[in-house]
């Protein structure tokens, strides 16, 4: 793929281990507010609820606190926990000032960026917040790599709406048919770049069934096959 000059890599869940931080963090957040909660039975629910969040949150269906008490309200109702309003607030509040201390990656991260640093352009494009998503880059180590940051939130759109790859070849002063996309979600970091001209090659660590014509990768070390 002699063409590529730049790569555009997803963060939360190709990168940054988005699952094993976020429990943590909750973890965390449940001790400090005497939550009494089955953490893990809470947990278990909220990862599928987080997940459908940021799929209304990406459609403009609510809005940045509407995901971040939302989640947490509909994850407590599952459980048939008790709770109050303050204390969804406390742990909203919390849980985003603890997520990005803990810093767990994916295996192979820092050796792909590396063997790829030499030889491109690395960049971040992101929908998460940029209060949280720097610190998660900066506390991880990664920044080092990557030469310029995107976020859905400086673009004014979200993955996968096609405005914000342009925003990043305009940032990055690349163009489509030089760069490639890698991440994990189908829809956002997928479609959305292969719908802006861009290369693509699907994080899949679940192993799902691909068409034959999307370079895939089960871990990060086989991006080497195809850069």
């Not at 990168?15 to 009494?36: G, M, P, R």
């Not at 030089?178 to 660590?205: H, L, Q, R, Y």
Request: aromatic share 14%.
């Amino acid at each position: 793929m002699k063409r590529i000059k730049h790569i555009f890599f997803d963060l939360d869940h190709t990168l940054w281990d988005f699952e094993t931080n976020s429990d943590i963090a909750f973890e965390t957040v449940f001790k400090k507010h005497q939550v009494k909660a089955d953490l893990q039975k809470f947990l278990n629910y909220y990862r599928g609820i987080n997940e459908h969040y940021w799929k209304l949150y990406r459609e403009e269906k609510v809005t940045k606190e509407e995901m971040r008490l939302g989640r947490l309200k509909d994850t407590f109702v599952k459980i048939n926990e008790n709770f109050d309003i303050q204390l969804l607030e406390n742990l909203s509040v919390d849980y985003i000032t603890f997520l990005p201390h803990h810093n767990q990656l994916f295996e192979g991260a820092h050796e792909i960026l590396e063997h790829l640093y030499v030889n491109y352009k690395l960049h971040i494009i992101t929908n998460g917040f940029n209060e949280v998503q720097y610190k998660k880059l900066e506390n991880s180590d990664l920044t080092k790599y990557f030469d310029k940051i995107i976020t859905s939130e400086d673009a004014g759109v979200k993955k996968p709406n096609r405005i914000i790859f342009e925003y990043a070849l305009e940032i990055t002063k690349a163009v489509s048919s030089e760069s490639i996309m890698i991440g994990d979600n189908w829809e956002a970091d997928i479609m959305g770049a292969k719908d802006a001209g861009f290369d693509v090659i699907f994080c899949n660590f679940n192993a799902q069934p691909v068409s034959e014509n999307i370079k895939s990768v089960t871990n990060l070390m086989e991006i080497k096959r195809f850069l």
